[in-house]
C-alpha cells in the first residue's frame, strides 16, 4: 500500500471533505485543488491536497533552502537584518495568501507558486542574473532567464534529476511569475506575480535606507503622497487596492492611481539603487567572479563538477545549472580558491 494514503477514518474522508470545502466556498474563478495535473501520475496524499504536497516538496527541496545565502539586493551586507532571497520569498508568499483569501482564491496554490517562483535565482540577485546571461550570449547564443531556470529547477534538477513532479498550476505560476513572461493561467498565479513587485519595491527601500545608499527624503513624492511613508502602510494600501480593484474586475488588477504611483517608486528605484553607483560597483566585482567562474568550468574537458547536476544536458546547460545553483558565498569561495595562490591567506 502506498504510505501516503494513510488509511484511518480521517484520510478515507480526507478527499470529499476538502473538495465538498472548495465549491462551497472558494470563487468560481478559484483554481481547483482537484484533480492533481502532473506530468508523472501519483496517488494523491491521503492528508493533504494536491497543491499542499506541492508546497512541501518545495520547501523540503535543497534550492529552497540555498535561498538564504543568495542574495536580494546587497552583496555580503554587514547586518542580520537585510533581506536575503529566503526572506523575499516568504515575504511574497504570506502577502499572496492574504491577496488569496481575501478574494475567496485557492490559497494553497498562491502558497505554493509563492515559495517556488525564485528557486532558479542565481547568486548575487539581479546583477548575477544579468552577468550570467550576458555569458551565455556571448560564448553559446543563449539566454538565462530566472524564472525559466526556477522551472528547471523543480522540473528537472532537484531529487538528483528526478524533480519534484509538481502539479501543473504550480508549474505555470513559477515559470509565469515575471513581468518577461506570459501572464498566469490562473488568478492565482497572477497574484504571485503582482505580489512580487510589490514585496520587493518596499523591502529594498527599506533596505537601502539601512544601507545608506538611499535618503528616504529623496523618494518621489508624489507616489509617497499616493502610497504612504513607511513601507508597512505602503504594502497595506497596495493590498486593499489590489483586492477591491480585482474583486470587480474578477481578475488581478490594480487601480490606475496606486498602479501608477508604484511604477513611479519602481522605476526611482532602478535608477537610483539597482542601476545606481553602488549597484555598479558591486556589478563590475560580480562580473569578474561569475565571468572567470564561467570560463573556467566550460573550458575544463568535462566541465563542472558532477555533471552540473544534469550529466546528460550539454556543456551550457550544465554549466548555467552549477553556477545558477551556487549560494553567493560558495561562489566566492570557489571564485577564491581559483584565483588566490594557495600560498596567501584568504
Avoid at 524564472?147 to 505555470?172: K, M, P
Avoid at 508597512?232 to 489590489?242: G, K
Wanted: with cysteine; charged share 30%; proline share 5%.
Amino acid at each position: 500500500m502506498d504510505p501516503h494514503l494513510h488509511p484511518g477514518p480521517v484520510g478515507e474522508d480526507f478527499h470529499a471533505r476538502r473538495r465538498a470545502w472548495e465549491e462551497a466556498n472558494l470563487s468560481p474563478l478559484a483554481a481547483r485543488s482537484w484533480p492533481a495535473r502532473r506530468v508523472h501520475e501519483e496517488d494523491d496524499c491521503g492528508l493533504r491536497s494536491p497543491l499542499q504536497r506541492d508546497r512541501d516538496r518545495i520547501v523540503h527541496s535543497k534550492a529552497f533552502r540555498r535561498l538564504k545565502h543568495k542574495t536580494q539586493v546587497f552583496v555580503a551586507p554587514e547586518g542580520d537584518h537585510y533581506r536575503t532571497r529566503l526572506t523575499h520569498t516568504l515575504e511574497v508568499t504570506q502577502i499572496s495568501r492574504t491577496v488569496a483569501r481575501a478574494l475567496a482564491l485557492n490559497e494553497d496554490l498562491t502558497e505554493a507558486i509563492g515559495l517556488g517562483h525564485d528557486l532558479g535565482h542565481p547568486p548575487f540577485g539581479h546583477i548575477g542574473e544579468d552577468v550570467l546571461d550576458r555569458c551565455l550570449q556571448d560564448r553559446f547564443g543563449r539566454a538565462f532567464r530566472h524564472f525559466e531556470h526556477s522551472l528547471r529547477v523543480v522540473d528537472v534538477l532537484e531529487r538528483d534529476g528526478r524533480g519534484l513532479n509538481l502539479t501543473a498550476d504550480v508549474r505555470d505560476g513559477i515559470r509565469c511569475h515575471s513581468g518577461r513572461s506570459p501572464t498566469p493561467a490562473t488568478l492565482e498565479g497572477r497574484i504571485v506575480r503582482l505580489v512580487d513587485r510589490i514585496a520587493y519595491i518596499n523591502h529594498d527601500i527599506d533596505d537601502a535606507v539601512r544601507a545608506g545608499v538611499l535618503d528616504v527624503r529623496r523618494l518621489p513624492q508624489d507616489a509617497i503622497a499616493v502610497l504612504g511613508e513607511t513601507g508597512s502602510v505602503r504594502i497595506d494600501r497596495l493590498v486593499h487596492d489590489l483586492v477591491e480593484h480585482s474583486s470587480r474586475a474578477g481578475d488581478v488588477v490594480q487601480g490606475e492611481e496606486a498602479g501608477e504611483a508604484m511604477a513611479a517608486l519602481r522605476a526611482f528605484m532602478f535608477d537610483e539603487v539597482y542601476l545606481g553607483e553602488v549597484a555598479r560597483r558591486e556589478h563590475e566585482r560580480i562580473d569578474l567572479v561569475l565571468r572567470t567562474l564561467f570560463h573556467h568550468y566550460v573550458g575544463l574537458p568535462d566541465g563542472p563538477p558532477d555533471g552540473g547536476g544534469a550529466p546528460d544536458a550539454d556543456l551550457a546547460q550544465r554549466v548555467t545549472d552549477y553556477l545558477a545553483g551556487m549560494t553567493d558565498r560558495y561562489c566566492i569561495r570557489t571564485f577564491e580558491q581559483l584565483a588566490v595562490p594557495a600560498s596567501l591567506p584568504l
